[in-house]
T-cell receptor
Framework: RKEVEQDPGPFNVPEGATVAFNCTYS??????FFWYRQDCRKEPKLLMS???SGNEDGRFTAQLNRASQYISLLIRDSKLSDSATYLC?????????????FGAGTRLAVHP | NAGVTQTPKFQVLKTGQSMTLQCAQD?????MYWYRQDPGMGLRLIYY???????DKGEVPNGYNVSRLNKREFSLRLESAAPSQTSVYFC???????????FGPGTRLTVL
């Protein structure tokens, strides 16, 4: 079983739609959680961290469910520019080197 | 402020050839990382350096070596390239204050 699993998609949605991605992780001792965004043929960039209480950044909402070991990302009012691959990222434990485990990503395509 | 830079951007090697991928960051970060990204798989950690003068193996270190030349630079060497090392290689550094990894633009390597 992969440490971090995501539905690869693609999710094809029209502009203005609401779309949600889920991600599950296997290590219950995981400490920190993130969503990174990766545009086609580009490097990953941090979209947002995921906090236990849930957090929102504009049209993006992230939720963490430790009991079920899953993380979600909700995108409201999708824009064409949201088309990208979204990577679920988990830090398994606190350590000096801050190792991260990356999911394979969920691809989102927003169409007019 | 260039962030994380990588050279070269593209490279084609023949089986058995050697090469060094260069990475530099100007953000004064202590920790640096080398990942590879293959289709359908998440980024996988090859080697990391928690601080200047230290390096450690990640998930997939076989066939690679690294050098943390100074705080800014972290290079990845392939001594005898194999077709299985065809991949996109990303270098990253960690901002511990914001818990964010910053990635370079990547090196697309093909081994024939």
């Amino acid at each position: 079983r992969k440490e971090v699993e995501q539905d690869p998609g693609p999710f094809n949605v029209p502009e203005g739609a609401t779309v949600a991605f889920n991600c599950t992780y296997s290590n219950s001792a995981s400490q920190s959680f993130f969503w990174y965004r990766q545009d086609c043929r580009k490097e990953p960039k941090l979209l947002m961290s995921v906090y236990s209480s849930g957090n929102e950044d504009g049209r993006f909402t992230a939720q963490l469910n430790r009991a079920s070991q899953y993380i979600s990302l909700l995108i409201r009012d999708s824009k064409l520019s949201d088309s990208a691959t979204y990577l679920c990222v988990v830090r398994p434990f606190s350590g000096g080197y801050n190792k991260l485990i990356f999911g394979a990503g969920t691809r989102l395509a927003v169409h007019p | 402020n260039a962030g994380v830079t990588q050279t070269p951007k593209f490279q084609v090697l023949k089986t058995g050839q050697s090469m060094t991928l260069q990475c530099a960051q100007d953000m004064n970060h202590n920790s640096m990382y080398w990942y590879r990204q293959d289709p359908g798989m998440g980024l996988r950690l090859i080697y990391y350096s928690a601080s200047e003068g230290t390096t450690d193996k990640g998930e997939v270190p076989n066939g690679y070596n690294v050098s943390r030349l100074n705080k800014r630079e972290f290079s990845l060497r392939l001594e005898s390239a194999a077709p299985s090392q065809t991949s996109v290689y990303f270098c990253a550094s960690l901002d511990r204050n914001t818990d964010t990894q910053y990635f370079g633009p990547g090196t697309r390597l093909t081994v024939l």
